[in-house]
């Protein structure tokens, strides 16, 4: 690990390659050769025994090479994160809106993970769950990977109990508390998921509990309580109710993406969770301190 950054590895198999930089530039197209041997130069690809391999070195079948990855003028990020809670297992954090969770495209040193691992010391943190780069609010991490296997199952066991508030349109129309139950498939646009009919037989698999906090003028702020993971299950079923959540750029129409704008995010909020403790037998719950506001004009 380099600077929070863990290795990504790649294994070596046999083939026809005269030369480590050849096999790496086959093996990932979009990457150049030119960013490969810059890469290599700085030391930034070794072999397992963590020795700096050269571009012209030997092709040498069944190991494997471990390289970093690097984002080029990595747009900075001011948002900035709190830490909750800390102690020999978790860290929950608080995230900020447009901070994403973890490493991804380009995002890489930006990024919650890769922070908290810096800021606290612990380059094994791991995250157990994920929120939305656009969401704001709670996430837990484990300080060691092998705690994750204690805690995991109780996610996908929906042991654990996600409360998160939404900013979204009002509707005299509709009556709360309602449950929203649907199943949730991938658009044809990557970014979008849809709900789609239910096959004969087949049981829906996104179902969420929706109450109504409060209501200010032609906005309501919502109390949103997932009862199973699906991708953008929240934004998807509010919108589908005629609620899209205020500042949604996704739902219910995907409008161009990029340039954040702080003032106008996503106004959903990861607001708390709360579980049993699988190693410690403690009743957890770790709330976010941040707030979602309502539109000045009402």
Request: aromatic letters at 8%; a positive charge.
């Amino acid at each position: 690990m380099r600077d929070g950054v863990s290795a990504s590895q790649v294994a070596l198999p046999a083939g026809h390659w005269t030369c480590m930089l050849d096999f790496l530039v086959e093996r990932f197209p979009a990457v150049s050769a030119v960013d490969w041997a810059g890469r290599i130069a700085c030391g930034d690809v070794v072999d397992a025994n963590g020795r700096v391999i050269a571009a012209r070195q030997a092709y040498a079948p069944h190991g494997k090479l471990f390289y970093y990855r690097t984002v080029p003028n990595e747009v900075p990020n001011t948002a900035q994160a709190s830490v909750l809670f800390e102690d020999e297992l978790l860290v929950a954090a608080d995230k900020p809106h447009f901070l994403p969770v973890t490493p991804s495209g380009q995002y890489l040193q930006e990024t919650l993970l890769i922070r908290l691992r810096r800021q606290l010391g612990v380059p094994t943190l791991t995250p157990l769950h994920r929120i939305d780069r656009e969401t704001a609010g709670v996430v837990l991490f484990a300080k060691q990977p092998g705690f994750c296997a204690a805690y995991q199952p109780l996610f996908a066991a929906r042991q654990v109990a996600k409360h998160y508030q939404a900013i979204a349109p009002s509707d005299a129309r509709l009556r709360f508390p309602l449950t929203r139950t649907s199943t949730l498939r991938t658009s044809d646009h990557f970014m979008q998921m849809h709900e789609a009919e239910v096959p004969a037989g087949a049981k829906p698999n996104a179902h969420t509990e929706i109450e109504l906090m409060e209501t200010r003028g032609r906005w309501a702020r919502y109390h949103l309580r997932p009862l199973s993971g699906k991708r953008h299950q929240l934004r998807v079923h509010m919108a589908a109710l005629g609620l899209p959540i205020l500042g949604d750029r996704i739902y219910p129409s995907l409008l161009a993406q990029g340039g954040d704008e702080p003032a106008n995010p996503l106004r959903l909020l990861a607001a708390s969770i709360e579980f049993r403790d699988p190693i410690s037998g403690e009743e957890r719950c770790f709330a976010s301190g941040r707030q979602l506001h309502f539109p000045a004009s009402g």
